[in-house]
C-alpha cells in the first residue's frame, strides 16, 4: 500500500516537473517572438 503511494508521489512530482520546463518553454518562445516582432 505505502509502495503504491509513493509511485503515485513520484508520478505527480514528475508530472508537475513536466508541467514547470513546458511552461518555461512556453514563455522562452514568447519572448523569442516578441523580440522578433519588435
Given at each position: 500500500k505505502v509502495a503504491e503511494y509513493q509511485v503515485k508521489l513520484?508520478?505527480?512530482?514528475e508530472r508537475l516537473d513536466n508541467l514547470e520546463k513546458s511552461q518555461k518553454t512556453k514563455e522562452e518562445n514568447w519572448n523569442k517572438e516578441k523580440r522578433r516582432l519588435s
Open positions: 513520484e508520478m505527480t512530482k
